[in-house]
């Protein structure tokens, strides 16, 4: 603390001196001071850290706003004040403000996908790190027109969607309602069959109009399965997504790119611990889209995965 004496009055009165005792500021002032003299060269008011440098009158009279007004309790010389404690709560403010403008610009981004990277070139290119790099876009998963432009009848022996053909399997349905959650594609109709009560296995065939930011059949596909595992439609209580298969194929000679994918679920309506889920995106030639190819069966069922790997041997490109 700064010893007691005579100092500038705090309240920037001229010509006056007011009582310091060591601790608080007294009710008596002055014009000749008796106690240790003030500087005789006016000083800046210091920071807590070397409070023995008395306030100093030119510096008070000069910018009164800083401190305290004569009928409040003045803080001893070196002390905190309300002052700098607003400045600090505005400079936090600005900060935090700043901050969030920074988060809703790249949320922005993330929707218009003006930042998602693209990998390969229909296909044919390396790939960017796959899931790591790319990212789907608001438009990507939800600005497909699902249901089918043709009614596939009461007995289909075959489905077709983007350029590409399937078989109906044994046990399975076609039912245009189905297709209603697989948002990201154009005209994807899908056979299903019911596993248990609130799970099904299915396959589907559709495009994907590259105008929706569909750059390649690499990024397509990645694209694709995070539509899925993010769609409560599709995966609700979605947990985790491990890749078994992505690779660059041939699609009834026609370039493609697969993944492969075990999505596993906890959701405890159900039984299941997820799917063995295949994505495969096709250039089939049509300048304004992709073919693409859905095929969904349960973890653990050998008979149903075999079926799947049959199924997509079976894919035609019309």
């Known amino acids: 603390m700064t010893n007691a004496g005579w100092y500038p009055d705090p309240a920037g009165a001229p010509d006056t ?19 240790p003299a003030a500087p005789q060269q006016p000083q800046q008011p210091q920071q807590p850290q070397q409070p023995q440098q008395p306030p100093a009158p030119t510096q008070y009279a000069q910018q009164p706003q800083q ?11 070196g002390g905190k ?10 400079v936090a403010a600005i900060v935090v403000l700043a901050l969030l403008g920074v988060g809703g610009f790249f949320g922005i981004r993330a929707l218009t996908g003006d930042d998602s990277p693209k990998a390969g070139d229909h296909g044919d290119g390396p790939s960017d790190g796959g899931s790591q790099t790319i990212r789907a876009t608001g438009i990507q998963c939800t600005g497909g ?36 959650a697989l948002t990201f594609a154009d005209d994807i109709p899908v056979q299903y069959a019911q596993v248990e ?8 065939v ?27 439609d599709v995966y609700a209580g979605f947990s985790d997504r491990k890749d078994l298969t992505r690779e660059q194929v041939t699609v009834d000679g026609k370039p493609a790119y697969r993944i492969t994918s075990e999505i596993r679920v906890d959701n405890p309506d159900v039984t299941a611990e997820g799917d063995v889920t295949s994505v495969i995106v096709v250039d089939t030639g049509d300048p304004a889209s992709y073919g693409v190819f859905l095929g969904v069966v349960p973890i653990g069922d050998s008979t149903r995965i075999a079926q799947e790997e049959q199924t997509i041997k079976a894919i035609t490109v019309d």
Do not use: H
């Open 67 to 77: 401190f305290q007004p004569a009928w409040s309790p003045a803080p001893p010389p």
């Open 81 to 90: 004040r309300g002052g700098s404690k607003t400045v600090l709560i505005v």
């Open 206 to 232: 559709g495009s994907l109009p590259r105008a929706n930011g569909f750059d390649s059949t690499e990024q397509a596909a990645e694209v694709v399965m995070q539509c899925l595992t993010t769609n409560k």
């Open 197 to 204: 009560a609130k799970w099904v296995s299915e396959y589907a």
């Open 17 to 35: 001196y007011r009582y310091w005792d060591g601790q608080a500021w007294s009710q008596m002032t002055t014009t000749q001071p008796s106690g």
């Open 145 to 180: 027109k699902p249901a089918p432009t043709t009614d596939p009848g009461t007995a289909p022996t075959s489905i077709s969607g983007g350029g590409l053909t399937i078989p109906v399997l044994d046990g399975y349905t076609v039912d245009p309602d189905v297709s209603r």
